[in-house]
Nanobody, 121 residues
Framework: QVQLVESGGGLVQPGGSLRLSCAAS?????????LNWYRQPPGKERELVAR???????NYAESVKGRFTISKDNANYIIYLQMNNLKPEDTDVYYC??????????????WGQGTLVTVSS
């Protein structure tokens, strides 16, 4: 089974913290090129929030630098997004994504169903 399942979303006040989790199948961790968190604010294009590559390098949207941290647990096949100092504009559905190359002939994009983060006082 090749799948991603997000969890950890909820309601938090501005300035608060939340940690999102993405449970992945073992096959994804064996063959990923990069692991990502995305969001798509209403009326705007989908944006990349955070990325970690197969070499361990990370990238962040300018709006979340210094506040969000992406990491992974190789033993349990989990991708995390630690979100600190949350702002109302961070409110969105967050999606876990993986770019994988299970074979030399295949390159695939895998998406989770999303988890809702609401930042409001």
């Amino acid at each position: 089974q090749v799948q991603l399942v997000e969890s950890g979303g909820g309601l938090v006040q501005p300035g608060g913290s939340l940690r999102l989790s993405c449970a992945a199948s073992r096959s994804i961790f064996r063959s990923f090129k990069d692991l990502n968190w995305y969001r798509q604010p209403p009326g705007k294009e989908r944006e990349l929030v955070a990325r970690i590559t197969d070499t361990g390098s990370t990238n962040y949207a300018e709006s979340v630098k210094g506040r969000f941290t992406i990491s992974k647990d190789n033993a349990n096949y989990i991708i995390y997004l630690q979100m600190n100092n949350l702002k109302p504009e961070d409110t969105d559905v967050y999606y876990c994504n993986a770019s994988i190359a299970p074979s030399v002939e295949a390159n695939l994009e895998i998406w989770g169903q999303g988890t809702l983060v609401t930042v409001s006082s």
